[in-house]
């Protein structure tokens, strides 16, 4: 049990470790290196959009196949491949901005970034898995620590590119194409899922029987291969009943944990499509992720704009300073709201006994906020305002996120699940980045540089700004939903118990 106990905090350690020295979760990324790759290449906003879409694409679209190869093949193995193809994406672009504009075409490098964000996608969901399935009592907090090493790792690596190569765009893809590879390898090691072994109440035989069927198959697969094991649905229930006294978990926790493992049944894949909760917060995630991710894609592009109006005569070496400090700002806040929005959905949970949705409430506030002070501030020397409390809006929602698709479908499925979820930005993204891109082109003359300030994008911010207020009303109206079928189960189960009496 103790063995059991230093495993599943290791796991979620090397998780939190190996996401913190990882390539940047690609958003952050591109918008650190997009703009002056833009120049070097010769390309219009509108085509620069397109790439960092195809990226887009990668990190949330190839969530599905992603899932199925980590639940199927455990979190491992996930993490590598993410690896590779962060690499394979990376060396390529890195050739091509050496090489200089005509080197490769806009379809190529769209495949590249499409690389580089599915690599994303495999780290992120084997992140998700680790910690969920490992921690079931505790899965707020659990995610939260990688999910926020996740946003974080765009500092960490922006800050080192910054002092191993100054400002080369170059020297940074280089650096990010090599470490994918390097640090991997070590941080790998440690992550694993950790079934429950705990012994059970003698009347309890029923699950003591599924628990012995699975030592039997867990036994013949270790004279097999050491692959990452992974329980049955039967074990996952008895672990959720039965590890709040592991944790320490107080005498409410355990009843709660038990009123669910009744309730619950798992779901995944095509199933989910049946269901209206999947639904609810598939809209949900896709209005709010939208937001973000426009920001976060183009926060260079903003910043490049304000100042070329405010100062032209600042030189590029001066925007380009300004353009990676917001991606840092976008980094570190992103990994604030991650780590605030997991632990306190679970004292949501725990202590306050209410929904976990009133973090994508919280979320979708400071992300109209946000989009409100796009549209006002000027002076570029605020925008840090902007990229601030898009990280922190952003990293609340994905923070909560995976611990809301683990509560309403379970945790067997969760990397499958995940990416069927996770698709709902790649509508709403490239949607709100094609908006933004084609108004930065239409503002920008025959040079294809807008000296309009504000005026070069503020139109795609109404867009946002309408997107955050439609994902509050629905987050609050979910909320009401879910308090009422919660009553109304509760009144049945009152009812089943007095004619039983």
Sequence with gaps: MADDHRARVASVVAA???LTVSPPLFQYAYSAWAPDFSKRMQLT?????AIGAAGNVGAYAMGIP???????RGPRIGVLAGAACIAAGYFPIHTAYDNGPGSMSVATLSFLSFLTGTGSCTAFSAAIKTSTFNWPLHRGTASAFPLA???????????????AFGDSPSGFLLLLAIGTLVLNLTATLFIRLIPSHEDFAAGDRGRSSSRLRYRSRSSE????????VEPSEGDTLVSRASTADDFGADEEVRKQQREHAEDHVELTGMKLLSQFK??????????????GLMTINNIGNDAASLWRKYDPSKPRSFVRGREQMHVMILSIFSSLGRLLSGIGSDILIKRLHASRIWCLVTSAAIFAGAQLLALLIQNPNFLFLV?????????????????????AFGVQGLSLN???VIFAPVLSGNVYNLCYGRILDSNGGDTGECGKGLGCYSSAYWVTLASSAAGAVLALWCIGYEARARRQKAALRKGVLARGS
């Design 16 to 18: 939190t470790a190996r």
């Design 45 to 49: 906003a509108t085509e620069s959009n």
């Design 278 to 291: 999947f639904w609810q917060i598939f809209l949900i995630l896709g209005l709010l992720s939208g937001v």
């Design 149 to 163: 090493a996740f946003g974080l790792s765009a500092f960490i690596w922006t800050t080192l590119a910054n002092l």
């Design 387 to 407: 990229s601030s409390l898009t990280g922190l809006a952003y990293g609340a929602l994905f923070g909560v996120f995976p611990s809301i698709v683990a509560d």
């Design 66 to 72: 992603a899932g199925i190869l980590i639940d199927t």
């Design 418 to 420: 995940w990416g069927f």
């Design 221 to 228: 697969r270790s004279e097999g291969h050491s692959e990452d």
